[in-house]
């Protein structure tokens, strides 16, 4: 049984990731990643991806000022945190597939390491391919590259960094938007390069192994209302990403996103070519990067890094 006391709270608006809702004579502001992190809503309260304006939800009442969609109504409870058990596959419909650059050498070098951790029918397979003389260089890198999982080609650098989730920061941070913020915080901190290249972001591959992440699953996972890629970024990562970075007009238009289909994973690349003023996200956090890695500053660096940058833009 809950231990909560229940209400009824009316959704009066939605605005910028975040819905309005009167509840006990009170009106209430509540993010769509609270909202949404363990409730199942039926489909007959949602529109467009997020709850309809006039609905009622039933809320607890945690404290004085917290209240959240109660668990015991709407299912889904605290132990599936973490956990990627929805087939998000239908997702990459409208993923555009990924092709690698690989010559056949280099294909060949990472079969190399595979070897030993492909099923013995694949490994024959994938050899008599490489000796095939009926087949051009062409040919056996589009059959290869269909039938093996090769590690991306993406090396992390001062214009390219990888994330494997969007969502799931490592060990157990107690903000639960932990990793969209280091997301962004990554995206800016290119930005504040004083050179400001065209860098990029890639999301649903392991920084380490160059592997896909099953990006798919875990958006499903936490968004199953997203029926589709546009709609889960036009409603909750764009919005996002504007919102952390105080609606930066010049920043939002130098974001380009691709979403890609790799053998059956989904991956997220951010193109960025920003051309302006340093960027500071919410709670006064300068991030910027220093080679391979993100820095953040804050307090008098902050100021400091400002003008720096400020100067060099000049």
């Known amino acids: 049984m809950c231990k909560f006391n229940k209400f009824n709270g009316k959704v009066t608006n939605y605005y910028s990731n975040m819905y309005v809702i009167e509840v006990d004579d009170k009106i209430i502001y509540i993010p769509f ?17 997020h709850l309809k304006i006039g609905v009622t939800v039933i809320m607890v009442k945690k404290d004085e000022k917290t209240y ?17 058990n929805i087939d998000g596959t239908y997702l990459l419909k409208d993923a555009k597939p990924y092709k690698q650059t690989n010559s056949l050498s280099e294909m060949m070098a990472q079969f190399n390491t595979l070897i030993l951790s492909l099923p ?31 590690p991306l080609d993406f090396v992390e650098s001062q214009t390219l960094e990888k994330k ?12 639960s938007n932990a990793q969209i913020k280091e997301i962004v915080e990554s995206i800016v901190a290119m930005c504040n390069s004083e050179e400001q290249k065209p860098c990029r ?25 997203m029926t589709n890629l546009d709609q889960f970024q036009n409603t909750m990562l764009v919005p996002f990403i504007k919102s952390y970075t105080y609606d930066n007009a010049i920043l939002m238009s130098s974001l ?13 690349i951010i193109d960025i070519n920003y051309h302006g003023d340093p960027i500071i996200c919410k709670g006064g956090r300068l991030p910027y990067r220093c080679d391979s890695a993100k820095m953040v500053a804050e307090g008098v660096d902050l100021v400091n890094m400002v003008k720096k940058l400020t100067r060099n833009a000049a």
């Open 33 to 49: 990643s609270v909202m949404h992190k363990f409730p199942a809503f039926p489909q007959s309260m949602m529109e467009d991806g």
């Open 68 to 84: 959240y969609p109660d668990h015991e109504t709407y299912g889904v409870n605290n132990n599936q945190e973490h956990k990627l």
């Open 120 to 150: 013995e029918n694949q490994r024959l397979e994938t050899l008599n391919i490489i000796a095939a003389s009926n087949m051009t260089e062409e040919q056996k890198i589009e059959k290869l590259t269909s039938m093996v999982d090769f």
């Open 164 to 175: 494997a989730s969007l969502f799931y920061a490592p060990g157990t941070p107690k903000d």
């Open 201 to 225: 972001l890639i999301v649903g591959v392991n920084d380490k192994t160059n592997k896909t992440c099953k990006l798919q699953d875990e958006i499903a996972t936490i968004y199953p209302q």
């Open 256 to 268: 380009k996103y691709n979403w890609y289909n790799y053998n059956g994973d989904l991956i997220l």
